[in-house]
Structure formats: structure tokens, C-alpha cells
């Protein structure tokens, strides 16, 4: 297979015409709006386990889907074949649709005066020049750095390297077409190893918009085996009250529950553990949470949302209170609001640190539970109540003991929040909300 990177946009300009052809032919059907999104993807990625080839896969999608409005009735279909046969008989679909579905008086295209006026290049489309050959022995590469590490690591789940390159456009019938390219590319080892017949596994990874900022392949190797022995030897530790610290990776989805309440969806079924919180005191004073869609690489930048809404700079929490909700328009008319442009999603939340690292938020904590693994799915996003499986390491006067296993923690999320004694400045830039360390004054941990 050669190379899959290509000098320019994949297919842009075509998709911004598939995209204007499919809003003409839904003009002329007599839709009172309409809104397409187009996509391609090229990807390859390699698997490499016990230093052979496990997978290879290559990837070149297409597809465009439609929405229409019509006497506030909706109706959408899609479809991958791109050809203009096809794009007529889909928007016929999504008008054959709408004929049955009822009218909802909150549904409709975001309105024209808040579609982007400027579409700014925020740096997101990288071409990686790696062919299969070259990504299977990266894989391979990263994993023997891994099994070399140490004696106890005997196993492996396999070293992926990975790379997308997508384009998006998307239109509306208030005249607005907007596209943008972005790329991702990552690597990953996962490994295992055993001591006193006792197995663990772990992981690591490193992901970017541009190549050149990954971690090298020995790098990733070394720290997913170095995270595996330090779990070697784990205990049970008994039931007790103490200070809990989430690693970056873990503290963002802890942020992210907070989020994930806070959406529009959430607000308007009444189903959220913060439910009419806006102005109500959520955090301490010091932690504030930032929307910046525009930083440069960022892995949620975007000059728009889902729905052409041009995204902008804003502060969600500030000082510890709930100043914003994540809106798209549909909700936003069910609150009686304007969207935040944020249909799709929140874009690069950061979360301001006002600790250290994690070595030095080990020693703020002075005896507790560094949380490295969650296990299970237990977070009732109504009530916030909090109980998950935890791996992780007890530490005893700022000093890491030994790792611990089989252990629950638990509690009320609103209450946790309120209990956030610290945040590191050690953001996790992999994902879409940057957050460091987070320390949690006390937690219940139940253990065996």
C-alpha cells in the first residue's frame, strides 16, 4: 500500500458543490429550510502484537446527509454514494420523511445572523508521509520497546499506529457553505505482565493534529510497561474516608460530567444532577473552566459548530459558578435561550490548574488514593450520584506505599465538586477538555 497522505484538503471543493447541489434540489422541492453536512476520511491504521502483523486497515469514506424543515415538520436521511442520482433521491427521502413527522414549533436551522462570518485556519490538517510499511515496524517498534522493558512484562495486547485525514463541510439555507480539514494521528501499546502469578495490564498513547508532536515509539513503549509494574503486587486496602487524586486522562472525564449535565438535551428533559444551576456556586473559588475553540491544533477546535453557528471564547464556570450552558439552537428554544454554538459539543475546555504536577499534588494529599483506572459505568447523570471500580496506588505522607486494586469509590457529584482541594497544571492535551491532576479533599473508598 503507498502513501495515503495527500498535499491538499481531501476532496473539499467537491464536497462543498455535493453539499450546494443538495440544498438546490431541496429548494426546488419546496422545503421551507435545509441543512446538509458532508464528510470524507482517509485513515490507515496498523496493529503489530508479539512483534507480527495482527491488523492492517485502510480506510476512504464519503457521506452526506440531509435535513429538511417544512411547516415545522423534520425529516433527514444520508447516504454514502455521493453520485447526483443518489443525492436527489436522498433528499427526496428526508422530504417523504418529513410529510410524517410532527410538527415541533423549537425545530429549525440556528439563525442566520449567528452563521461564522469568518472561517479561520486554526492549524488543524497535517499529512503524515508514513505507507503501511513504514506504520506496521513503528507498531512493532513500540511494542518491543515495551516487552523489553522488564522481565515481568510477558505479554501483549498489541502497538497501533494510526492516521486520519478528514474534511467537513457543511450548509445551510441561509446561504452559509463552510468547510475545514483537520487531521488526527495517534500510537498506543497496551501490555501485561506478572509477578507472584498475579497479572496486570496498562497502557499508554499519544495523540496530535500534527505528527511531529507525537511522543517517539520508544517513549510510549517504555511508560505503558512502566505503568503496568507499578501496578504489580496490588492489595485490597480496607473500607475508609480519604483524599482521592485523578490523574489528567481520568480528570477530565470528572470534569465531564459536569459538562455532560450542563447540556441543552439534559436541561430541557429535566434529567440533570444541575439541573436550572445557572449563577448557583458548582466549584471552589478557584476553579474555573474556559471554552477557547480556536487554539491552534487544539483536538476540538473548530471554527463552527454543527450548525454553522460560528463558536467564540467563553468562560462556562467562572470562579467556581455555573455562568453557561452547552446549547445547540434546538435546545436553547426549548430553554427559551440562543444556542453557544455548541451543537456537537463543547470545543477545548480548559480547566485552570492552580497546583503542580502530580508528584506535587502526591505531596499536598498526604495520605489518600491516586486513582490511575476506572472500572464500570456507575454515574446516574440525574441524581450525580458516583460509584466507580478504581485501580490505582496508596500513598502515606506524600510517598506512593503500593498499588491497590478491587477497591469503589463513591459519592454525590455535587458534593464531590464542591470537595475539589486542587487542580495540577499538568493538562492532559489529548482530548477535548484540558485538565491536570485532581485532588478531592474525601472520598468514601470501600475496600475488601
Not at 471552589?284 to 463552527?304: N, Q, T, W, Y
Not at 499534588?361 to 483506572?373: D, F, N, P, S, W
Amino acid at each position: 500500500m503507498g502513501n495515503i497522505a495527500t498535499t491538499g484538503s481531501p476532496g473539499q471543493q467537491e464536497l462543498e458543490a455535493l453539499v450546494q447541489m443538495a440544498l438546490d434540489e431541496a429548494r426546488r422541492q419546496g422545503v421551507d429550510q435545509a441543512e446538509v453536512a458532508a464528510s470524507h476520511d482517509i485513515g490507515l491504521s496498523a496493529t503489530a502484537r508479539l512483534g507480527d502483523v495482527e491488523n492492517l486497515e485502510y480506510t476512504n469514506d464519503r457521506g452526506i446527509g440531509i435535513t429538511v424543515y417544512k411547516n415545522g415538520c423534520k425529516g433527514n436521511a444520508s447516504t454514502s454514494d455521493i453520485s447526483a442520482d443518489s443525492i436527489r433521491e436522498v433528499v427526496l427521502k428526508a422530504c417523504t420523511f418529513a410529510s410524517y413527522t410532527a410538527a415541533d414549533k423549537h425545530a429549525g436551522l440556528a439563525d442566520a445572523e449567528l452563521m461564522c462570518r469568518e472561517i479561520r485556519d486554526l492549524d488543524l490538517d497535517y499529512a503524515w508521509p508514513i505507507d503501511s510499511t513504514a506504520a506496521i515496524a513503528m507498531a512493532i517498534d513500540c511494542e518491543k520497546s515495551a516487552l523489553d522493558y522488564d522481565p515481568r512484562i510477558n505479554n501483549s495486547e498489541g502497538a497501533n499506529v494510526s492516521t486520519n485525514r478528514g474534511t467537513r463541510v457543511y450548509g445551510n439555507s441561509h446561504g452559509f457553505v463552510g468547510s475545514y480539514s483537520k487531521s488526527s494521528h495517534s500510537i498506543n501499546c497496551v501490555v501485561l505482565g506478572s509477578a507472584n502469578g498475579k497479572m496486570q495490564r496498562d497502557y499508554h498513547y499519544s495523540a496530535t493534529r500534527d505528527p511531529a508532536d507525537l511522543e517517539s515509539v520508544s517513549a510510549i513503549g517504555e511508560l505503558a510497561a512502566a505503568r503496568t509494574v507499578s501496578r504489580l503486587g496490588a492489595r485490597k486496602i480496607k473500607t475508609t474516608k480519604a483524599p482521592v487524586l485523578f490523574v489528567p486522562e481520568l480528570a477530565r472525564g470528572f470534569i465531564g460530567h459536569a459538562i455532560g449535565a450542563l447540556s441543552g438535551g439534559a436541561q430541557y428533559r429535566r434529567a440533570s444532577f444541575l439541573l436550572d444551576a445557572l449563577g448557583e456556586k458548582i466549584f471552589p473559588d478557584f476553579v474555573s473552566i474556559h471554552e477557547r475553540p480556536h487554539l491552534l491544533k487544539g483536538m476540538a477546535s473548530a471554527p463552527f459548530d454543527a450548525e454553522g453557528v460560528g463558536t467564540y471564547d467563553r468562560d462556562l464556570v467562572a470562579d467556581g459558578i455555573l455562568t453557561g450552558y452547552v446549547l445547540g439552537s434546538y435546545a436553547a428554544r426549548r430553554l427559551g435561550m440562543q444556542t453557544t454554538a455548541n451543537a456537537g459539543g463543547t470545543q477545548n475546555l480548559i480547566v485552570a490548574g492552580n497546583g503542580g504536577d502530580l508528584a506535587s499534588l502526591v505531596k499536598q494529599m498526604g495520605t489518600g488514593l491516586i486513582v490511575a483506572e476506572l472500572i464500570g459505568q456507575g454515574v446516574n447523570a440525574v441524581t450525580g450520584d458516583y460509584s466507580r471500580g478504581v485501580v490505582g496506588q496508596w500513598v502515606e505522607n506524600g510517598e506512593i506505599q503500593f498499588p491497590v486494586h478491587e477497591v469503589t469509590i463513591a459519592g454525590n457529584l455535587r458534593d464531590l465538586y464542591s470537595r475539589i482541594a486542587a487542580i495540577g497544571t499538568d493538562q492532559d492535551l489529548r482530548g477535548g477538555i484540558r485538565c491536570g491532576s485532581l485532588l478531592v479533599e474525601e472520598m468514601t473508598i470501600a475496600g475488601g
